[in-house]
């Protein structure tokens, strides 16, 4: 909440380069889409910042697929506030579509409009339109790693198949040298191939998340919802500037107009004042 618009959020998106954040608070700052832009394309790339607020500013249909772009290949954001961002149908629809895309999503809690009801309008299971952000974020999650598992399989199925056939292709070999003819193999020595990442970076296509989702669904069953438990509590929203972090320094201006921060002692006093108040009015009273 300190005003520093565009300019504040370029220089954030160039410091979220070389250094490692965990903590971004960009709430209320008058951002429009340059700032946001930057801001995004960095975030795209980042692998240290876990929580980012952009409460408060303004995030129109080309801001919110700036947003979208980031969270469909950012790996670690776990908590996301877009509260009181004036998101229109079609910005909440291209934030949730780089939501349910990534299939490394980390996300845990998101605030600032109903989850479930726009990513069951992309063509996921009816029954999220019912759920609170934290169910649908811990379902998409679960999703993602039922379909990574299931080509992981597929992948081993794969590799015990080229085992077999570089098992042949061996005893081949060896029937080749016994006749003076020698093969080339294109196999490794230990007659296995290193398997590549399936962890893909980037958004999945719209039929893999809606074939990924349906079969994550039928697995759960009728209890899906009661079976994904939410993991964190979802921050309350507010009408005022996200809330400053705990060790936060406040300061208080005095009769004399210095700075300065608030003691106990102060507070004591305070206290002990109001005690003498009320204790004299008390006195009073009894007299009376």
């Given at each position: 909440?300190?005003?520093?618009?565009?300019?504040?959020?370029?220089?954030?998106?160039?410091?979220?380069?070389?250094?490692?954040?965990?903590?971004?608070?960009?709430?209320?700052n008058?951002?429009?889409?340059?700032?946001?832009?930057?801001?995004?394309?960095?975030?795209?790339?980042?692998?240290?910042?876990?929580?980012?607020?952009?409460s408060g500013?303004?995030?129109?249909?080309?801001?919110?697929?700036?947003?979208s772009?980031?969270?469909?290949y950012?790996?670690?954001?776990?908590?996301?506030?877009?509260?009181?961002?004036?998101?229109?149908?079609?910005?909440?629809?291209?934030v949730?579509?780089?939501i349910?895309?990534?299939?490394?999503l980390?996300l845990?809690?998101?605030?600032?409009?109903?989850?479930?009801a726009?990513?069951?309008?992309?063509?996921l299971?009816?029954?999220?339109?019912?759920?609170s952000?934290?169910?649908?974020?811990?379902?998409?999650?679960?999703?993602?790693?039922?379909?990574?598992?299931?080509?992981?399989?597929?992948?081993?199925?794969s590799?015990?198949?080229?085992?077999?056939?570089?098992?042949?292709?061996?005893?081949?070999?060896?029937?080749?040298?016994?006749?003076?003819v020698?093969?080339?193999?294109?196999?490794?020595?230990?007659?296995?191939?290193?398997?590549?990442?399936?962890?893909?970076?980037?958004?999945?296509?719209?039929?893999?998340?809606?074939?990924?989702?349906?079969?994550a669904?039928?697995?759960?069953?009728?209890?899906?919802?009661?079976?994904?438990?939410?993991?964190?509590?979802?921050?309350?929203?507010?009408?005022?500037?996200?809330m400053?972090?705990?060790?936060?320094?406040?300061?208080?201006?005095?009769?004399?107009?210095t700075?300065q921060?608030?003691?106990?002692a102060?507070?004591q006093a305070?206290?002990?004042?109001?005690?003498?108040?009320?204790?004299?009015?008390?006195?009073?009273?009894?007299?009376?």
């Amino acid at each position: 909440n300190n005003q520093i618009k565009d300019r504040g959020a370029q220089l954030a998106a160039v410091v979220l380069t070389s250094v490692n954040l965990e903590v971004l608070d960009m709430g209320f700052n008058r951002l429009t889409i340059v700032g946001i832009k930057a801001l995004m394309k960095s975030l795209a790339e980042n692998r240290s910042l876990t929580t980012l607020t952009l409460s408060g500013n303004i995030l129109d249909t080309n801001a919110s697929k700036a947003v979208s772009y980031a969270l469909a290949y950012n790996r670690t954001i776990r908590k996301l506030y877009v509260d009181h961002c004036s998101l229109s149908y079609a910005a909440q629809r291209h934030v949730a579509a780089g939501i349910v895309s990534n299939s490394n999503l980390a996300l845990r809690v998101m605030s600032g409009f109903p989850l479930g009801a726009i990513a069951v309008t992309l063509g996921l299971p009816g029954a999220m339109e019912k759920w609170s952000n934290e169910q649908v974020l811990k379902f998409i999650r679960l999703m993602w790693d039922k379909h990574r598992h299931e080509t992981d399989g597929a992948a081993g199925s794969s590799s015990s198949n080229n085992l077999s056939r570089t098992s042949n292709s061996r005893e081949s070999s060896q029937h080749s040298m016994s006749t003076g003819v020698s093969t080339v193999s294109g196999i490794q020595t230990n007659g296995v191939r290193p398997q590549a990442d399936s962890r893909q970076n980037g958004p999945s296509d719209p039929a893999t998340v809606v074939a990924a989702a349906k079969k994550a669904f039928d697995a759960l069953g009728d209890a899906g919802g009661i079976l994904l438990l939410t993991e964190e509590p979802q921050r309350a929203i507010s009408d005022s500037s996200p809330m400053v972090s705990s060790d936060a320094v406040m300061l208080e201006r005095t009769p004399s107009g210095t700075i300065q921060v608030p003691t106990l002692a102060d507070e004591q006093a305070d206290n002990d004042d109001d005690s003498l108040s009320l204790s004299c009015h008390n006195s009073r009273h009894s007299l009376n």
